[in-house]
């Protein structure tokens, strides 16, 4: 028997036990599918993040007090006192390779318009935050260092805050909210950008840098400094330039380490793309094992066929069929049901992601690679766990195959 007699006595095979051959199948067909759909959300993620964090400008060095690390990775920094406006106006005096910087005061709070409330976070920062932080308005216009020198209560809002706190149709430009019971005048609305994965520069308030500190979260230090630098090419020497000068406001010994930590965009893509990797390959192992449970299924379905099928083998060998044409046979057909579940599979996996980018905020970006190795994978679930039922089916003696009842 050749390979297309093979095949096609695989297909009649197959549909002999229509409903037997898809249950067999479900489990390459959920395996198949959950890889793909999996992978199409961690791409996705991975797509976000760089894209949202290039949204919040570009060639950006991030300070924070506190330098503790884990695997590479900061934990604690912004848990420390140990920045205040004062480094800030160090490095943007001293420093060459610096285009404009500024300095940032977190702070939760409730702000409050009419009847409607909204907790969210006030970022006191200089009028500069507007270029360095690509921080674009879609309505009314920024506050200036004078408003800053002045402690003036006047604020830009992001527009989730905008959305909560305000009637649709209602313009939020010129119009007073409360923040912790403190009057603030709204001169503009933020543009959306969309979460980074770390914060969401569309859920906060931009207020003047003195404002934020004295008169609401009184304290004169700062939760850190973004700076942005000349040029790409400067990058690495802008980050040694600003801890150079850090260390010495800060009149650290050359024993002692930095109290406070500098990282770069690339650096926050690295570590934002890295946990998607690793959610990613956790996900996709569970779809694996999804796959191996279904090789088992498809392993003990030919096992029941070749049973049934004992009297047929018996027939076909008596009549001068060739062990390696029974186990060719076998193995088609376990590697057809296979690839056929694959099949079905990819077209569930491309279905679901579709479906979870449309009604859902998951992006999904579906990768042409994950469903070539899905497919790939299928297939040889299939030769492996089809291997030993057709191995026993080319063995089987003819007489005693003949005898069977």
């Not at 949202?52 to 060639?59: E, I, P, R, V, Y």
């Not at 809002?157 to 909210?177: C, H």
């Not at 044409?325 to 992601?353: H, K, P, Y």
Request: hydrophobic residues 45%.
């Amino acid at each position: 028997m050749n390979l297309s007699e093979s095949f096609s006595s695989a297909i009649v095979s197959l549909r002999a036990n229509l409903m037997r051959s898809l249950l067999t199948m479900l489990g390459i067909i959920i395996g198949v599918g959950a890889v793909i759909t999996t992978v199409a959300l961690g791409e996705g993620a991975q797509r976000s993040v760089k894209e949202n964090l290039q949204k919040l400008g570009s060639n950006l060095l991030f300070v924070r007090p506190g330098n503790q690390t884990f695997g590479g990775v900061v934990i604690s920094a912004g848990s420390s006192i140990t920045l205040t406006e004062d480094d800030a106006i160090a490095i943007k005096r001293r420093a060459k390779f610096v285009e404009s910087l500024s300095p940032e005061s977190r702070k939760g709070v409730q702000a409050k318009f009419g009847n409607k409330n909204w907790n969210t976070t006030v970022v006191g920062v200089y009028p500069e935050y507007e270029t360095v932080r690509n921080a674009t308005l879609s309505a009314g216009r920024y506050f200036t260092e004078a408003d800053n020198k002045a402690m003036n209560a006047v604020c830009v809002i992001g527009p989730t805050v905008a959305q909560n706190l305000f009637e649709r149709g209602v313009n939020p430009v010129g119009q007073t909210i409360r923040i912790n019971n403190v009057g603030f005048q709204v001169l503009g609305v933020l543009e959306e950008k969309g979460s980074s994965g770390w914060q969401n520069p569309d859920d906060q308030i931009l207020a003047p840098l003195n404002t934020v500190q004295k008169r609401l979260a009184g304290a004169t230090w700062i939760s850190g400094i973004t700076i942005k630098v000349v040029s790409e090419e400067k990058m690495t020497d802008a980050l040694l330039e600003v801890e150079q000068i850090l260390r010495k406001q800060h009149r650290l010994r050359n024993d002692q380490d930095n109290d406070f930590t500098i990282r770069n965009q690339s650096d926050l893509v690295s570590a934002f793309s890295e946990t998607s990797r690793i959610l990613a390959f956790l996900l996709t192992s569970v779809a694996v094992v999804s796959l191996v449970v279904g090789g088992i299924g498809i392993m003990n379905i030919m096992l029941v066929s070749v049973t049934e099928r004992t009297r047929e083998i018996g027939i076909r060998k008596a009549i001068g069929a060739k062990k390696r044409d029974i186990l060719s046979q076998f193995l088609i057909e376990s590697t057809v049901l296979a690839l056929a579940g694959g099949a079905l599979g990819i077209l569930l996996g491309i279905g679901v992601s579709e479906l979870l980018g449309q009604v859902s905020t998951f992006r999904t970006v579906i990768s042409i690679e994950s469903i070539f190795v899905s497919f790939l994978f299928s297939g040889l679930v299939g030769i492996f766990f089809g291997f030993y039922p057709a191995q026993k089916a080319a063995s089987a003696d003819p007489i005693e195959a003949l005898r069977y009842e």
